[in-house]
């Protein structure tokens, strides 16, 4: 738990002003690195053993952090992003929101009532060639949407003994992970994206849980029928157990005019196809099929690839802009600020819950 | 409804005996070039205006023909397969068999009863590469089979007045296409694609049926959840308005050791993947990772590509062995005969059976 | 050497008029089935053991073909063209045209004087997207040509000892090959496409030829500069040792407002930019990009692939339009028969010879 | 000219031991934020007004700074190499290395001289396959090299009016970006990757300049036969006028067993093929066939892309390593060190010196 700086100048053009100084930003949580506290002294400035003492220590000083990102196991973000909003810090906290939806719904009620900043870590959703895929959607290039299919498919699984791996045995923790392993880790990404490129929200689901190879305390396949808004019918799968697949997140929108297809393995491309014409093959970089929505998150020059690091890097660029309006009082605009917020992520649990309920009903359709 | 020749020479090495002549070939339907007597009389040595009297008039004459393929609607495949077989004449007839069940089994009786070679025309399963394909999961080389994804996604049907045009319209005509359109016609290729390659009946399933874009009589898009033998778990999804994919057959089995990839829209290349090894693509040709039973089927040299008509000639070069084999008496290797059996044309048809069964039961699980 | 018919019904839309009966091809030379006469006589009605003779015979028939296909090794293509000619016979002769330029133009010669229709087996110029790409230079949308890339990479010699196998000796000895293996072989199909899509003629060329790995009389890989008219600069590649190359016939052209990509190995797709644009990616079928020039060499469906035998397929319909518009007196459009002429055979013949002498003059400019 | 912080803790497993305290960069030019005075200062801790000034002050602090990056234009790397080698301050310099080859030589000889750590900006040599690659070709395992083929294709320059834009009219003055631009600009990228992987110096070469589009003052596109140790044939290419081509560095390396195939476009495959097996895709990330020397340089799990920002940040790893190994008297494997050398610096310039030399004699062989 310790203090980074976010950039002075987010080196964005046009109306963005300067900030009168550098953002800090408390890192609470952050893996291996974290395990204790003397690691943490020596990497850090300051240390802390609680949310608790953390968030009222550094609301005093003057140097105090204006933000945390919280990257703890699932079961404690609700405890975790509480303390930090209530301290006035504002908050990055990673996916999935929480473990119960009741949770979730508080820190919605939370940011709503402190004004607080609030980002969810939906890094997908942040990859320029995905902000040109929800422009066209929302442009009307593919029409009416018919039909929504995603899926996230992996295949580190796939050994019979992975799951007693030190760093997998807590994903499979009911304790730790929640009532979903696959669902929550994978699925709701590709929920998220779904929703987030097509701009309409998952309505219904049913769900079956699967465990594909050696047994385990919770699933590691997913398989669903969806509806979005309007009666969208859709697929969305998840499983880690697909051999030949690293990060098979895909997804594909077909509508009355066209169709939008994206593989998180091919990440900086985009398939549209308009009707009747010839595939388009949009590629990360400026102009060529690229809008200034888009191309706003890009650092390197076309031909010269991005990956997921710019992608996290769009999302924390875009929450840092959020804070810094906050604090500065200026004006960015809206669309600039199009980092998942808090209630996509509890879009996110409610998820999870409808496809425990789903499963445990026998795969019956059951309603966000 | 004509004669043709089926080659005397069947240009396979090894032990396949010459036959003593050429084979003949009826055809029976035929689409638009049969509409008319007239322009079949002026196409075929003799022409016939039924089932009955061709299968009469051929059987009786010592040039008779050997076989016969019926490319009707599906209507009446019974009716002209059940002709031709109780005259002595073997059968290649197009998929799917017949609109009802009780057809079906009634071909699956005539054929076991008559002794007549009788082939269905899922040409999907005689691609090389797809024997290929079926080679590795029976040799093991993907382990023990955990889930098997496969799907048809086309999208001709994508404009919003196509289902009025000529060659449409029957497709979606309950009396002339039996109670589905979409996964009679597309869906069958996948669900036999599948069992074909994965050995693994279908035992169950789920289906929801939908009508996408313009409203139509049947459905033009199915999402299923399935269960094969071993309670193996899996999807099938097929659609013809998904644009920007023309023959988007594409099946994934993945396996506790490994996975197979295919696509016919790149029908050469096989992908598959031993779980901790580099990804291996197969290409059509020979040696290079294709096996004898594979490399039987190709035409042209390594580099020079193949397509669905050759992947059809496969089908008529093992229905014509197994013609040439009951007629002459010789003996012909079992695996050189993988054509899709009356068997698999009756699963076919207990595969829509149901999944019409489990539409109408609102999505329940339905065994075949 | 035998008979065999050309369709009597081209399947051609429009105003292509019925021929009055079949036409009838006779074969010359034709691989391993015709080396001998005791196969050739059991496979076809008639059998001779001269080019003379097969043509005095033919022509003094009243059934008598109305042209050959003339697939014998390069060294007689000249003596059996020039027979069969000259005896009123159509011809379709496999390329090179020759060994020496001086019997590619005396061929020239004849074909001119005769009147007769002569075809040259570049099949790869009658893949429908080729077609597409031809037209696409030919409407500017690509701009002005500024650089030409053609390559050809295969891989089958690659093993030590393959130049010691019966079905590749042939092809290194200069008595047979001529005086080049790789560019006659498959240079000569690079230095065509080249030409035929882009439009452009290729004026100047230096060479080097190159033997890579076991010692071989020819050489088995050739790389070049290229000029062709308007002094647009380029290369040409050929070689026959690139593991993991199968049929990497791959051709680029770049102008001042576009490009265009084409490989074999993915032969139904051709990628087309307009710069500014996402890339294009057009797929052989109907519609969607492809023009009526096209369209008219597609037998099936979008999505159900063709390959090489099609495209060979498309070679002799276009022939054999020819051969019956000049024995029935119809006509043709001309831009329906643009299969490769005896012009562009001849073509190929200089290209080598230009090739060898630059090879021999230390790789300098030469012309052709 | 500023001062960031290098990494205290590098982040290695193993041996490589813990700085007794964080390394100090400056930063020597940087594009258009170092324009001014004014924007530097607000940016950075100390700030100077040339090469010899910094170096000098920089020298005398005791918080002065272990290394720099120099980030100038070509025409004054070596003034500023020089001082800075010559104060003791370690060099990472953008390459080319230098405009002249006495130059270039000079810097080798301080280098040697000083026993300064000096590393050139060849960061595509740093992504984890193409490391894959190297240690491929090392192993034996694609056999003997045959052939080398590697070319860069970018399509930026199309747009006629171009060359008039500020950020591209330094590109194309000789006085600055010396007698070249393409070649120096990105053919020095394809002509250190084919080195690097191969293991092999490039000997010998032959090269055309030319201008295609728009008049410029230098070459847009260069075409090159090359020959490298143990006479291996080659080509190599560059140009800015590919449209549909945004960073296509494709290199591919030809053996007596197999080859090797990569793309920048495609930058995390490697497409690695053993004569008479199936093709195999090596996708970056922990295993699957990727060993620890590429391995010690991923960042994120398999399945979450990395880019250039990635390699780049291998390349200062690398350097930073040799820089801490040199001052704190510890070792670090030699292997670990992959950065490229100031010889190899020194080989580019020798490259485009090569080049120039041969366009200038019509295109004749030029030893290096």
Redesign the interface.
Same mark, same amino acid.
């Given at each position: 738990m310790a203090e980074r700086l976010l950039p002075e100048?987010l080196n964005f053009d046009g109306p963005f002003p300067r900030l009168s100084r550098r953002l800090r930003l408390g890192v609470v949580g952050g893996g291996r690195i974290s395990v204790t506290q003397a690691t943490a002294a020596r990497?850090t400035d300051r240390c802390y053993a609680s949310f608790e003492e953390m968030a009222q220590a550094e609301a005093a000083r003057t140097d105090g952090v204006d933000a945390v990102m919280i990257t703890t196991p699932n079961h404690v973000h609700f405890e975790g992003s509480k303390a930090f909003m209530e301290a006035g810090i504002d908050v990055l906290c990673d996916k999935p929101l929480t473990n119960e939806v009741a949770e979730a719904e508080g820190l919605e009620e939370i940011a709503a009532r402190t004004g607080q900043v609030f980002a969810v870590g939906y890094a997908m959703s942040c990859f320029p060639v995905i902000r040109q895929a929800k422009q066209i959607v929302a442009d009307g290039a593919?029409g009416k949407i018919?039909?929504i !299919?995603v899926e996230f498919m992996?295949?580190?699984m @796939? &050994? #019979?003994d992975v799951a007693d791996a030190p760093h997998v045995k807590w994903r499979l923790d009911p304790k730790i992970s929640g009532p979903t392993s696959c669902v929550g880790d994978i699925g709701t990404h590709a929920a998220h994206l779904a929703s987030f490129v097509s701009g309409l929200p998952l309505t219904d689901l *049913?769900a079956?849980f !699967?465990v594909?190879?050696a047994p385990k305390p919770l699933e590691d @396949?997913v398989?669903m029928?969806t509806r979005y808004q309007n009666e969208v &019918?859709?697929?969305l799968?998840a @499983?880690r157990?697909? &051999?030949?697949?690293? /990060?098979?997140l895909r997804l *594909?929108i077909? =509508? +009355?005019? =066209?169709?939008l297809?994206w593989d998180? #393995?091919? +990440? #900086?491309q985009l398939?549209?196809?308009?009707? /009747?014409?010839?595939? *388009?093959?949009? +590629?990360r =970089?400026h102009?060529? =099929?690229m809008g200034p929505g888009a191309e706003r998150l890009i *650092? @390197?020059?076309?031909?010269? &690839?991005? /990956?997921?690091? #710019?992608a996290w890097a769009n999302l924390y660029t875009e929450f840092a802009m959020a804070v810094a309006a906050r604090r500065d009082g200026v004006t960015v605009p809206t669309d600039w600020l199009a980092y998942p917020s808090v209630e996509q992520g509890a879009d996110g649990v409610r998820f999870i819950d409808a496809s425990v309920r789903s499963h445990q009903s026998g795969?019956g359709?059951v309603t966000l």
């Open positions: 100048n990497m593919i018919n039909q !299919h992996q295949d580190w @796939t &050994p #019979e *049913r079956e !699967h594909c190879g @396949t398989l029928f &019918p859709g697929t799968m @499983t157990l697909a &051999p030949g697949n690293r /990060g098979g *594909r077909f =509508g +009355s005019e =066209g169709g297809e998180l #393995e091919n +990440s #900086e398939k549209f196809n308009r009707f /009747g014409e010839p595939d *388009r093959i949009i +590629s =970089g102009g060529h =099929g *650092r @390197t020059a076309r031909g010269f &690839p991005e /990956g997921i690091i #710019e795969g359709w």
